[in-house]
């Protein structure tokens, strides 16, 4: 059943969003749109309520409640930034906002990029791990939040595996192609 109110939860948050932007730029309700965004997070504390009267009320924790605590952490991180990813492309279209931001492609912009993107990615497992930590606490029996335990793990495996990005990216900077190759250098076709 948990599963089931995550899946909820993701189609809420865009649903949510959805309503908030259609009313904030089509419609031209500007306040409603604001109370609408206002409301995303709402999304986010109906699953971890959900999630702890699971566990409180006797159920014993299993890979829903892990995955519940990582969406959380990765929606807390990430929610704000997808907010305004899709807020720009809104503007755009129905209120003659500038074009959207792409990510940068190369050189320093594209490390720092990489690295922000990195820093939210840490934000996120911290709060997950927090939230898992909390719950573990909270229940106060070790057999019946065994399963979290192994959710601080994979947390730090994806953190670790997402670590490859910046990294390489520092290293090995993209460089944009050469437009003019030097003389005696002939374009590939």
């Known amino acids: 059943m948990l599963i089931a109110i995550i899946g909820a939860c993701e189609v809420g948050f865009w649903v949510v969003l959805a309503a908030g932007l259609v009313a904030r730029y089509p419609l031209r309700l500007r306040r409603t749109g ?24 006797g159920g014993t924790a299993g890979f829903a409640h892990g995955l519940a605590a990582a969406y959380i ?8 930034s997808m907010v305004r990813w899709a807020d720009e492309r809104f503007a755009h279209r129905f209120a003659g906002g500038p074009p959207p931001r792409r990510k940068p492609k ?9 690295w922000r993107e990195f ?9 997950g791990c927090g939230i898992l930590l909390a719950l573990i606490a909270w229940v106060g ?10 959710w601080l793990a994979r947390l730090g495996m994806v953190l670790a595996v997402w670590s490859l990005w910046p990294i390489t990216h520092t290293l090995w ?16 076709r």
Do not use: Q
């Not at 952490?73 to 704000?80: E, I, P, Q, R, T």
């Not at 057999?143 to 192994?150: D, H, I, Q, S, V």
């Not at 460089?175 to 590939?188: E, I, M, S, T």
């Open 34 to 57: 604001a109370a609408l965004l206002i409301c995303v997070p709402l999304v986010d504390v109906v699953l971890l309520a959900a999630t702890a009267i699971d566990l409180r009320g």
């Open 73 to 80: 952490g990765y929606s807390v991180a990430f929610g704000h």
């Open 106 to 114: 190369y050189g320093g912009a594209r490390v720092r990029y990489e």
């Open 119 to 127: 820093g939210k990615a840490v934000a996120a497992t911290a709060v």
């Open 141 to 150: 029996d070790a057999g019946r939040t065994e399963a979290l335990n192994g």
């Open 173 to 188: 900077p993209a460089k944009p192609k050469d437009a003019n190759p030097p003389a005696g250098h002939a374009r590939p």
